[in-house]
């Protein structure tokens, strides 16, 4: 190729050259001049080309030279790659068979172990039949023995041996029936009690309802279908979500919302209210709907609080706190709104630390605060006391409102005026005649427990008490347990609840498990 290249440069410039002379019309004489020149001119580019010739030449044995020596040494480490791999698998091949030998052997004492063990198995088996044969024939010899010294039979002597004993222990016997018959005396008065508590627990539902409930009107009883849904499928969803039990029975125009939780059951009713107003009434609007009013009651309680914190004059408090003030509107101690005892409290501790030359707006605020954490037993552990003490201690609080959370319950000696203040208000506003029922603060307090029971096991979303405490609902993640442990789960509850719980009558525990994929197409 280098040849041919340079044989059309000397070509291209021969031809040059006859141009040049052709237009510029040189003579013969000056002719034979000229070609010598280029005749000289093509023999130095013919040596130029030769010389490039050579070196190219050279070059191209350079490479070649460098490529068989980068093949050699590629070739020399293949091989010893090669040898190496081969001593690998020779020493992974020994070791293997030595492997295989010892669990042989390990294999054959095992073996002959168990043999000589089945040996010892008979023999100790023949052993043991001879002994029983011969524990046999002693007692037959010692039978013969007491009847030839004693003249009656076996059976004889059974006889006169039982009526002995039975003259001896009448006495004994006596006195086991009386016990048996007292312990039957209290045992049936348990039960008679029982049978009773179980009678009386039938006929709470008028007195609850009368504070557990919540009435929504509907315009028209064909709503009432739409609500239940195909297969219960509508009111399925709104119990498992919202926590409640809801009532559909022949009331014209109404359905009942029932639940100790006051929080929960006013976003129920203000959800199924939503609802029927929509008239979409189906699984994805449901959860829509309650996903918004939560939005909408956590914004409400925050600003009722805010306007309560103006309305007494008390300075700035911390947001957390205010929210729980006004989520007091939905907690209730003994029969009493929590909030309305609360607003008591603060108003009668700021009028008597005026009379007594106290800080009227720190006894406000001691008192707005002294039950803060009954917003809080719902969904944590502990009496209100050391979780109102323990929050007001996280934002700061003045020493005097630490005080008066744990002295209004005895837990400390009052050390202010402010604190006496609260102390008396507080017993001013809880002592009146009709404030506080203590029948349904106990209903309350047991299905509490309840849901605080099954709340604690491991895997478990959400826990409601519904049907008066008579059913405890368990939600559980699907993705942490499975179809046998929430049949597991439902019964390990079922026994806490028995062993922890004072109830009448019987608590259905229902474990509902349900997996859910959501994705979205854009």
């Known amino acids: 190729m280098l040849n041919e290249i340079l044989i059309g440069g000397v070509t291209a410039t021969v031809s040059g050259l006859i141009g040049?002379?052709?237009?510029?019309?040189?003579?013969?004489?000056?002719?034979?001049?000229?070609?010598?020149?280029?005749?000289?001119?093509?023999?130095?580019?013919?040596?130029?080309?030769?010389?490039l010739l050579y070196k190219a030449n050279i070059k191209s044995q350079e490479i070649e030279l460098e490529a068989v020596k980068l093949y050699e040494s590629a070739k020399e480490r293949a091989k010893a790659d090669l040898r190496q791999r081969e001593d690998d698998i020779i020493v992974k091949e020994q070791n293997f068979k030595r492997y295989k030998q010892n669990e042989e052997k390990r294999l054959q004492d095992e073996v002959a172990i168990l043999k000589s063990r089945q040996v010892d198995l008979k023999r100790n088996e023949k052993s043991l039949d001879?002994?029983?044969?011969?524990?046999?024939?002693?007692?037959?010899?010692?039978?013969?023995?007491?009847?030839?010294?004693?003249?009656?039979?076996?059976?004889?002597?059974?006889?006169?041996?039982?009526?002995?004993i039975e003259e001896k222990s009448r006495a004994q016997i006596a006195h086991i029936?009386?016990?048996?018959e007292n312990e039957a005396k209290v045992e049936a008065k348990k039960r008679a009690n029982y049978i009773l508590a179980q009678a009386t627990s039938r006929y709470a539902g008028e007195f609850a309802a009368e504070r557990l409930t919540n009435l929504v009107h509907l315009f028209d009883d064909e709503l009432k279908g739409r609500i239940i849904g195909k297969e219960g499928r509508n009111i399925k969803t709104l119990e498992t979500l919202l926590g409640v039990d809801i009532i559909i029975d022949d009331t014209p125009n109404a359905i009942l919302v029932s639940s100790f939780n006051l929080y929960r059951r006013a976003i129920a009713t203000k959800t199924i209210e939503l609802l029927i107003e929509d008239g979409r009434i189906q699984p994805a609007r449901i959860e829509e709907i309650y996903s918004k009013?939560?939005?909408?009651?956590?914004?409400?309680?925050?600003?009722?609080?805010?306007?309560?914190?103006?309305?007494l004059d008390i300075g700035v408090m911390h947001p957390e706190l205010i929210k729980l003030i006004g989520k007091l509107r939905y907690r209730?101690?003994?029969?009493?709104?929590?909030?309305?005892?609360?607003?008591?409290?603060?108003?009668?501790?700021?009028?008597?630390?005026?009379?007594?030359?106290?800080?009227?707006?720190?006894?406000?605020?001691?008192?707005?605060?002294?039950?803060?954490?009954?917003?809080?037993?719902?969904?944590?552990?502990?009496?209100?006391?050391d979780l109102g003490a323990a929050i007001c201690n996280r934002y700061n609080e003045h020493?005097?409102?630490?005080?008066?959370i744990y002295a209004h319950h005895g837990y400390e000696e009052m050390n202010s005026i402010e604190c006496g203040a609260v102390c008396a208000a507080d017993a001013l506003s809880a002592a009146r005649p009709g404030a506080r029922r203590e029948v349904l603060e106990s209903f309350l307090k047991r299905v509490t427990e309840i849901e605080e029971i099954a709340s604690e096991h491991t895997g478990v979303k959400q826990a409601y008490a519904i049907n008066a405490g008579r059913e405890v609902r368990v939600i559980v993640?699907?993705?942490?347990?499975?179809?046998?442990?929430?049949?597991?789960?439902?019964?390990?509850?079922?026994?806490?609840?028995?062993?922890?719980?004072?109830?009448?009558?019987?608590?259905k525990v229902n474990v509902i498990r349900e997996s859910r994929a959501v994705e979205f197409a854009r």
Do not use: W
């Open 20 to 51: 040049f002379f052709i237009s510029k019309k040189i003579t013969n004489a000056n002719f034979d001049i000229y070609v010598e020149k280029a005749k000289a001119q093509a023999g130095a580019i013919e040596n130029e080309a030769q010389m």
């Open 130 to 164: 001879s002994l029983k044969k011969r524990y046999e024939e002693k007692i037959d010899e010692a039978l013969g023995a007491i009847e030839h010294c004693a003249g009656m039979t076996k059976d004889e002597a059974k006889i006169v041996l039982f009526e002995k």
């Open 177 to 180: 029936v009386r016990r048996y």
């Open 293 to 311: 009013v939560c939005d909408d009651f956590d914004a409400n309680i925050l600003n009722e609080g805010e306007e309560i914190i103006a309305d």
């Open 332 to 385: 209730a101690s003994y029969g009493q709104n929590a909030l309305a005892h609360t607003l008591e409290v603060a108003h009668l501790a700021g009028i008597m630390a005026a009379e007594m030359g106290g800080d009227v707006r720190l006894a406000k605020r001691a008192g707005l605060l002294h039950d803060i954490g009954k917003a809080l037993t719902h969904e944590h552990d502990g009496s209100h006391v």
């Open 399 to 404: 020493g005097v409102v630490i005080n008066a």
């Open 477 to 507: 993640n699907a993705s942490l347990v499975n179809d046998d442990e929430s049949v597991l789960m439902a019964k390990e509850i079922a026994k806490e609840i028995e062993e922890k719980v004072q109830y009448p009558g019987e608590i």
